[in-house]
């Protein structure tokens, strides 16, 4: 990464010139100005503009990378990121990167050049090029709700495996054999959540159906279209779960636009509770994920390896809630 020193070796004139030139102060003559300024245009230098002031090149941000600020999920994270840190007297400079891995590369070099302390990411599923920059810059990372393989890393998610499994098995319980799933195909958590989905069927003597199983972007039109294609099977599902907050508001939608009545005619359960999940009849059965902990734990790791940067990576992975509501034909 080019330095103050590197454009000042290039321009020919002192540290002092260049740090001169680049806080526009004056007693700096003009054509002095423009070659240094040219310099460092050339050279692509990118300034500290969030803490050019501080010598050690560390400020007091950090930077939060997430792959869908529509999605609750992540709404409700970053408020709990963002209330954590300013208990550490920190500030929060937040990036959405809607799951492309070219937004995820221009906002991780966007926080290296801002010389944000350390950075709290949701990766895209290809993130193996980014994560080597990273790891060459030496960047404190935490990853938050996805895994990374291969990489030595902070890690901060739930049991996705254990909590689709409890779901779901929680569905077959009260006698629905024939479940509907969609998951999201953009990270590690949507396979994740089928490998929980698929146990609990086989556990329970059911033999899976590929018809029944949906990949798509978590997003709610694709939650919608989804669900559309389940009702036109010749037997349509007796249940329906989707794997996160965007998608069930699509597939809602599409089950209320139906002539299925939930949940005498067709059951309903998803991942993450909403702020719409009890406002909707029937309610949703959820489940709930700790965002708040989620939150506050990623801040933790993430200040404990600025300040020890050499100590062995943790993967913390905390518990999921079962909410049970009218929407499965149950309360318990």
């Not at 990121?81 to 809607?98: H, K, P, R, W």
Request: proline letters at 4%.
């Amino acid at each position: 990464m080019v330095n103050i020193k590197d454009v000042a070796e290039v321009a020919g004139v002192s540290i002092a010139t260049v740090s001169r030139v680049l806080a526009e102060k004056p007693h700096v003559r003009t054509e002095v100005r423009k070659h240094v300024l040219a310099v460092a245009k050339e050279l692509n230098y990118s300034p500290n503009r969030v803490a050019r002031s501080l010598r050690a090149q560390k400020s007091n941000v950090i930077g939060l990378i997430v792959s869908d600020i529509q999605n609750p999920f992540f709404t409700l994270i970053s408020r709990a990121v963002e209330d954590a840190a300013y208990e550490q007297g920190m500030s929060i400079f937040l990036c959405n990167t809607d799951e492309d891995p070219g937004k995820e590369a221009i906002y991780l070099k966007l926080m290296r050049d801002e010389r944000v302390s350390g950075i709290i990411l949701s990766p895209t599923q290809k993130t193996s090029n980014n994560f080597l920059e990273i790891t060459n810059s030496h960047l404190p990372v935490v990853v938050i709700d996805r895994r990374v393989h291969g990489v030595e890393i902070d890690s901060v998610q739930i049991d996705n495996i254990e909590s689709a499994f409890k779901l779901v098995d929680h569905l077959i319980g009260h006698g629905y054999q024939r479940i509907g799933a969609l998951f999201g195909m953009g990270s590690t958590t949507g396979r994740e959540r089928r490998q929980g989905y698929i146990k609990a069927l086989e556990d329970n003597g059911i033999r899976p159906s590929s018809e029944l199983v949906f990949f798509v972007e978590a997003r709610e039109v694709e939650g919608y279209n989804a669900t559309r294609e389940l009702l036109k099977l010749s037997e349509s599902p007796d249940a329906i779960f989707t794997s996160n907050g965007l998608l069930s508001a699509g597939a809602f939608r599409a089950l209320r636009e139906s002539s299925h009545k939930i949940p005498e005619e067709i059951a309903f359960a998803t991942f993450d509770e909403t702020p719409w999940s009890t406002l909707v009849d029937p309610p949703f059965t959820v489940i709930e994920q700790p965002t708040y902990e989620i939150g506050n734990t990623a801040v933790d790791l993430l200040v404990k390896r600025i300040q020890d940067p050499t100590r062995s990576a943790r993967e913390v992975t905390l518990k999921s809630k079962l909410i049970i509501r009218q929407s499965c034909g149950c309360q318990k």
